[in-house]
């Protein structure tokens, strides 16, 4: 399974973007999906979470109210959809995926992580 994330890009301070990770290979039905983020000099920060059945969702404090998680299960994709977007956004972003079901604060857990896009949000 490979992980392809897209989406990142450079937007003004307030702006929004899409990020979306979708899953080839193997197809597997019952996934847990994470979106981590890592800036420069700063250790990795699990943002956001959902399960496969789509029933339970996590966001870090710094997130909430401005990301949403969501998922297309049929396509094997899950979006991140980033709102009001600050300068403390700007990071790469990572998707990962957990063949168990639910999702983790622990990067390392995941079966599968893709290779990362860059958001950059300018001030």
């Known amino acids: 399974v490979q992980l392809q994330a897209s989406g990142g890009g450079l937007v003004q301070a307030g702006g929004s973007l899409r990020l979306s990770c979708a899953a080839s290979?193997?197809?597997?039905?019952?996934?847990?999906w994470g979106w981590f983020r890592q800036a420069p000099g700063k250790e990795r920060e699990f943002v956001a979470g959902?399960?496969?059945?789509?029933?339970?969702?996590y966001y870090a404090d710094s997130v909430k109210g401005r990301f949403t998680i969501s998922r297309e299960n049929a396509k094997n994709t899950v979006y991140l959809q980033m709102n009001s977007l600050r300068p403390e956004d700007t990071a790469v972003y990572y998707c990962?995926?957990?063949?168990?079901?639910?999702?983790?604060?622990?990067?390392?857990?995941?079966?599968?992580r893709g290779q990362g896009t860059q958001v950059t949000v300018s001030s």
């Open positions: 290979g193997r197809a597997y039905s019952n996934i847990g």
């Open positions: 990962a995926a957990r063949t168990s079901g639910d999702y983790d604060s622990d990067y390392y857990s995941y079966d599968y």
């Open positions: 959902i399960n496969w059945r789509n029933t339970r969702r």
